[in-house]
């Protein structure tokens, strides 16, 4: 047998650059560059391999070791997962702080590769350097807190280990139903350790995508349901983009006349104006969708993990015989809401539906339903994209600026705060790849991250990021890494003075915003009404500080200099920070939805009181769906 001697961490850099995935005969390399922070705990080890082979894997600095996870997370979703980048950190606070990057790319199902360092497998420098020792549990590290978070996970204690667990992890990372962050912990001392590695370990290698298609007789079963039905609704998840199965849902779409809602990963499953197509459902949805989900008869999910928010906490669907039936690459989503399973790949099995419902449509007066839902639902868009709130602008103002000034084919990005569901809501879709929302983990930071690993996915494309004024704090610091790598991003900064939407929440249940704006107490106490008190203004600008980070940065505080800015940024080929001021209390009403938050049961208040009624009231809307 032929073999190479190679550290550990030369013979991982070696096999990534050597993976390949094949879908629909088309091959695409795996793992396209590693991002990393070193540290003792990986320079000499990952670092060096790195260093000494610079043509087989891209080496990006990143600033945040958290930061770097979403980069990889937004790289993969840009890219339908068939492509990903590694991450490499040091040992203890640099590998702990890619647990909520792992954690988030695991609930989105987007395959990421961490490649934290870890304390020495030998033990003789214990407690070395941010070693955490744990008396009595000799083999922890403060790795195994990945595990919880991750799909696959495991430390490299000898470098002949590596063979196995390379292999297992790539297979993880390319199944389609279990993929999420991949841990591979490095001992320090292992990365450097030399073996005879077997040179077809390191040879090109194909991981082959199929298009597995469910078991006839489910499919057989699931089209007499759908040709008995007579108000079905589709629920278009994520699967249906990574899958690209877009074209083929629309066409049976178009064809049977049976409406498509989207979830927050499914939404540019159809363009918003494609017959038919209703928008977002559920908690953060559109009336259209709402209105059509409560009576529907069967429900049909398309790669969905039925999150809560989707099933609105399961008071969506309020026709007592609704169905469920589920397509799902994964077998335990497509079993949820007690659904007729349809294991398969979702275009696959789309396009086999299609075919077994062989010209059945909807009725005529359904179809009709749907497009004057679908139309009413385009005003009440149009309104708030134009809605002239003064003094401050109405963040759906801005929203509608940035959909109205952006290109069809460009990407909007965002994560957490009100803004995702506003987009969810309002964002008229035009590309299936042009609705970027983190909604899985909704990481505050995950945005201007997230939207680097989109821009270097695809660098054809601008990338707008919509993030709020809280979110930009936790994680600013990669404009930098965007100025770096000459990834342009235009970042469309809104600040209403913090938390908003929990403010917003938090009156809503009765508790006046307690705690969630930022400002200066005048008056030193917090009352009833703490949020709106005669609160002053921190001294804090954030344009400022993007400007130190490197952007170009433009302040906008009408809607004439909004417009400005976003078209004098599509001239600027770096990082530009947009910076709009907007009305905290402007927000976006529910359309006929709810989602389950828990009130106190017994409170001083009587605003909690009441909050405490009507929650009761929700709750009595929910269904089992047994
Ligand atoms: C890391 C993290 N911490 C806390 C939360 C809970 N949370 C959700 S939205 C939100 C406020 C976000 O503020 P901002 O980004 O300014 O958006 P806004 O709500 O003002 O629109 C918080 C604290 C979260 N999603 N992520
Ligand atoms: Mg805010």
Same mark, same amino acid.
């Given at each position: 047998?032929?073999?190479?001697?190679?550290?550990?961490?030369?013979?991982?850099?070696?096999?990534?650059?050597?993976?390949?995935?094949?879908?629909?005969?088309?091959?695409?390399?795996?793992?396209?560059?590693?991002?990393?922070?070193?540290?003792?705990?990986?320079?000499?080890?990952?670092?060096? #391999?790195?260093?000494?082979?610079?043509?087989?894997?891209?080496?990006?600095?990143?600033?945040?070791?958290?930061?770097?996870?979403?980069? !990889?997370?937004?790289?993969?979703?840009?890219?339908?997962?068939?492509?990903?980048?590694?991450?490499?950190? &040091?040992?203890?606070?640099?590998?702990?702080?890619?647990?909520?990057?792992?954690?988030?790319?695991?609930?989105?199902?987007?395959?990421?590769?961490?490649?934290?360092?870890?304390?020495?497998?030998?033990?003789?420098?214990?407690?070395?350097?941010?070693?955490?020792?744990?008396?009595?549990?000799?083999?922890?590290?403060?790795?195994?807190?990945?595990?919880?978070?991750?799909?696959?996970?495991?430390?490299?204690?000898?470098?002949?280990?590596?063979?196995?667990?390379?292999?297992?992890?790539?297979?993880?990372?390319?199944?389609?139903?279990?993929?999420?962050?991949?841990?591979?912990?490095?001992?320090?001392?292992?990365?450097?350790? !030399?073996?005879?590695?077997?040179?077809?370990?390191?040879?090109?290698?194909?991981?082959?995508?199929?298009? *597995?298609?469910?078991?006839?007789?489910?499919?057989?079963?699931?089209?007499?349901?759908?040709?008995?039905?007579?108000?079905?609704?589709?629920?278009?998840?994520?699967?249906?983009?990574?899958?690209? @199965?877009?074209?083929?849902?629309?066409?049976?779409?178009?064809?049977?006349?049976?409406?498509?809602?989207?979830?927050?990963?499914?939404?540019?499953?159809?363009?918003?104006?494609?017959?038919?197509?209703?928008?977002?459902?559920?908690?953060?949805?559109?009336? #259209?969708?709402?209105?059509?989900?409560?009576?529907?008869?069967?429900?049909?999910?398309?790669?969905?993990?039925?999150?809560?928010?989707?099933?609105?906490?399961?008071?969506?669907?309020?026709?007592?015989?609704?169905?469920?039936?589920?397509?799902?690459?994964?077998?335990?989503?497509?079993?949820?809401?007690?659904?007729?399973?349809?294991?398969?790949?979702?275009?696959?099995?789309?396009?086999?539906?299609?075919?077994?419902?062989?010209?059945?449509?909807?009725?005529?007066?359904?179809?009709?339903?749907?497009?004057?839902?679908?139309?009413?639902?385009?005003?009440?868009?149009?309104?708030?994209?134009?809605?002239?709130?003064? *003094?401050?602008?109405?963040?759906?103002?801005?929203?509608?600026?940035?959909?109205?000034?952006?290109?069809?084919?460009?990407?909007?990005?965002?994560?957490?705060?009100?803004?995702?569901?506003?987009?969810?809501?309002?964002?008229?879709?035009?590309?299936?790849?042009?609705?970027?929302?983190?909604?899985?983990?909704?990481?505050?930071?995950?945005?201007?991250?997230?939207?680097?690993?989109?821009?270097?996915?695809?660098?054809?494309?601008?990338?707008?990021?919509?993030?709020?004024?809280? &979110?930009?704090?936790?994680?600013?610091?990669?404009?930098?890494?965007?100025?770096?790598?000459?990834?342009?991003?235009?970042?469309?900064?809104?600040?209403?003075?913090?938390?908003?939407?929990?403010?917003?929440?938090?009156?809503?249940?009765?508790?006046?915003?307690?705690?969630?704006?930022?400002?200066?107490?005048?008056?030193?106490?917090?009352?009833?009404?703490?949020?709106?008190?005669?609160?002053?203004?921190?001294?804090?600008?954030?344009?400022?500080?993007?400007?130190?980070?490197? @952007?170009?940065?433009?302040? !906008?505080?009408?809607?004439?200099?909004?417009?400005?800015?976003?078209?004098?940024?599509?001239?600027?080929?770096?990082?530009?920070?947009?910076?709009?001021?907007?009305?905290?209390?402007?927000?976006?009403?529910?359309?006929?939805?709810?989602?389950?938050?828990?009130?106190?049961?017994?409170?001083? &208040?009587?605003?909690?009181?009441? !909050?405490?009624?009507?929650?009761?009231?929700?709750? #009595?809307?929910?269904?089992?769906?047994?």
């Amino acid at each position: 047998m032929k073999t190479l001697r190679l550290t550990m961490a030369q013979a991982l850099i070696q096999f990534l650059a050597a993976q390949y995935v094949e879908r629909d005969s088309i091959e695409h390399r795996f793992i396209e560059g590693c991002f990393g922070i070193f540290g003792h705990g990986n320079v000499t080890g990952v670092g060096q #391999a790195l260093a000494q082979h610079p043509d087989l894997l891209t080496y990006y600095q990143a600033r945040n070791e958290q930061g770097m996870v979403h980069i !990889a997370a937004g790289f993969a979703k840009m890219r339908n997962r068939l492509a990903t980048l590694a991450c490499t950190t &040091s040992i203890g606070p640099g590998a702990t702080n890619m647990i909520t990057g792992a954690a988030a790319a695991t609930i989105n199902r987007l395959p990421v590769l961490l490649l934290p360092g870890d304390v020495f497998a030998s033990r003789h420098p214990d407690p070395v350097l941010q070693q955490l020792e744990t008396p009595g549990r000799g083999e922890l590290s403060v790795n195994d807190c990945f595990r919880p978070v991750c799909r696959y996970w495991d430390r490299i204690q000898r470098p002949e280990q590596l063979v196995q667990a390379a292999l297992a992890a790539m297979r993880v990372m390319t199944s389609q139903a279990e993929t999420g962050a991949v841990i591979l912990a490095l001992p320090q001392d292992v990365q450097v350790e !030399a073996f005879d590695y077997p040179v077809e370990f390191l040879k090109r290698r194909v991981w082959h995508i199929g298009r *597995p298609l469910p078991d006839p007789s489910a499919l057989e079963r699931a089209a007499a349901i759908i040709r008995g039905s007579r108000k079905p609704l589709i629920v278009a998840g994520g699967g249906v983009i990574y899958s690209d @199965a877009t074209g083929s849902l629309q066409r049976l779409v178009k064809r049977t006349g049976i409406p498509a809602s989207e979830t927050q990963a499914g939404k540019g499953s159809l363009p918003f104006d494609h017959p038919g197509a209703l928008g977002g459902i559920g908690t953060t949805g559109t009336l #259209a969708a709402n209105r059509v989900a409560a009576e529907a008869d069967v429900v049909i999910g398309v790669g969905t993990r039925y999150s809560d928010f989707t099933t609105a906490s399961k008071t969506a669907f309020q026709n007592p015989e609704v169905c469920f039936i589920n397509i799902n690459v994964a077998e335990s989503d497509s079993h949820k809401l007690s659904g007729l399973a349809l294991v398969g790949d979702a275009r696959a099995t789309v396009e086999d539906l299609d075919e077994r419902l062989n010209g059945w449509t909807v009725s005529d007066e359904y179809r009709q339903r749907c497009k004057q839902l679908q139309a009413d639902w385009d005003k009440e868009v149009s309104r708030l994209y134009h809605i002239r709130h003064r *003094p401050l602008l109405a963040q759906t103002e801005v929203l509608g600026a940035v959909n109205e000034l952006s290109g069809p084919r460009d990407v909007v990005v965002s994560a957490a705060g009100s803004m995702p569901g506003d987009l969810h809501k309002l964002w008229r879709a035009r590309d299936t790849k042009g609705y970027h929302v983190e909604y899985g983990y909704s990481t505050m930071g995950y945005e201007i991250a997230g939207g680097l690993g989109v821009k270097l996915a695809d660098p054809s494309r601008e990338v707008y990021v919509m993030v709020g004024d809280a &979110s930009y704090l936790m994680m600013a610091q990669e404009i930098v890494t965007s100025i770096q790598e000459g990834a342009k991003l235009t970042v469309v900064l809104v600040d209403n003075d913090g938390y908003a939407s929990i403010g917003d929440l938090s009156r809503s249940k009765g508790t006046a915003g307690f705690g969630t704006r930022y400002f200066y107490r005048s008056d030193g106490s917090l009352g009833d009404d703490a949020e709106r008190s005669n609160g002053v203004r921190l001294p804090v600008d954030l344009a400022l500080n993007a400007e130190g980070l490197g @952007a170009h940065v433009f302040r !906008a505080r009408n809607t004439q200099e909004l417009r400005d800015a976003l078209i004098a940024a599509k001239k600027i080929d770096r990082t530009v920070v947009v910076y709009v001021p907007v009305d905290r209390y402007e927000g976006v009403p529910s359309y006929e939805s709810w989602w389950e938050v828990p009130v106190a049961e017994v409170a001083d &208040s009587a605003d909690v009181k009441k !909050a405490r009624q009507d929650h009761e009231r929700g709750v #009595a809307r929910r269904r089992w769906h047994l």
